[in-house]
């Protein structure tokens, strides 16, 4: 695992963004894996910025986002597909029938997961994935505990999670209570992997993450397993790594 030093949330946004941009440029037909939540949202505003002045283009790009909200429909302003659209696919050239995103209102949310997989598998593979990291080390919602096996699934949320994202919604009851999200063995299999940690919120999680040990009980732990993964971590959240 390599780790990439940012000076603050700006730095690590338009160096994860160039990253992006780089591989599209250099592959434009790629499948990318992409995640939602307050760390990325830079990221994807430095994309939009530079679709507007360089005109990359993502129409031969197909996207798996990592996860769904069980109950939230594309329309919810909290569901990930909402999030998707208004920070990133409603700005840029992508086909919408490219993008693909857990359907969290499925009648059968059980196929939904199998499909996603198989989809995935499809498409040859994700080629780049891009992750978050929970305080608890989660990624995607692969909670502490998930095997590095694990497929897309259904998850139940745990409490620290859903109080994390409660501050999107008006009421922390709303927060839903499962998830589909891709599983750990899903994400590992992406041949390479892009982790943002940024904020002091994130330091114990960047402390565990960087200590090297690999456990099921902290999921992010699991890019130490894999051949071509990188992190990117800001000086707010490296401030407890020795
Ligand atoms: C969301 C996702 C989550 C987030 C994580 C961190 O698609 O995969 O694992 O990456 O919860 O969220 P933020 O960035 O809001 O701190």
């Given at each position: 695992m390599k780790l990439?030093?940012?000076?603050?949330?700006?730095?690590?946004?338009?160096?994860a963004a160039t990253y992006f941009i780089k591989k599209i440029q250099y592959s434009p037909a790629m499948t990318i894996g992409l995640a939602t939540g307050s760390t990325p949202e830079g990221m994807y505003r430095y994309?939009?910025?530079d679709y507007k002045e360089n005109h990359t283009s993502y129409r031969n790009i197909t996207t798996f986002n990592l996860d769904e909200y069980i109950g939230l429909d594309g329309s919810n302003n909290n569901s990930y597909r909402f999030f998707m659209n208004n920070h990133l696919f409603n700005h840029i050239d992508i086909e919408k029938s490219n993008v693909h995103i857990p359907c969290g209102t499925s009648k059968d949310s059980l196929a939904e997961c199998a499909t996603y997989d198989q989809l995935i598998k499809e498409h040859g593979?994700?080629?780049?994935?891009l992750?978050?990291?929970?305080?608890?080390?989660?990624?995607g919602f692969n909670e502490p505990g998930s095997s590095?096996?694990?497929?897309?699934?259904i998850v139940e949320l745990t409490d620290k999670t859903r109080r994390d994202n409660a501050r999107f919604f008006n009421n922390p009851e709303e927060v839903p209570t499962e998830a589909i999200t891709m599983g750990m063995g899903t994400i590992l299999?992406?041949?390479?992997?892009?982790?943002?940690i940024s904020g002091e919120g994130?330091?114990?999680?960047?402390?565990m993450l960087l200590s090297g040990n690999v456990?099921?009980?902290f999921p992010a732990s699991a890019l130490h397993k894999h051949a071509n993964a990188i992190v990117i971590a800001d000086e707010a959240a490296l401030t407890d790594v020795p």
């Open positions: 990439i030093k940012a000076k603050d949330y700006e730095d690590l946004s338009k160096l994309l939009v910025k593979g994700i080629d780049l994935q992750l978050g990291i929970g305080g608890n080390g989660h990624i590095f096996q694990s497929r897309t699934r299999e992406s041949k390479e992997i892009l982790m943002l994130k330091r114990e999680a960047a402390r456990n099921e009980d």
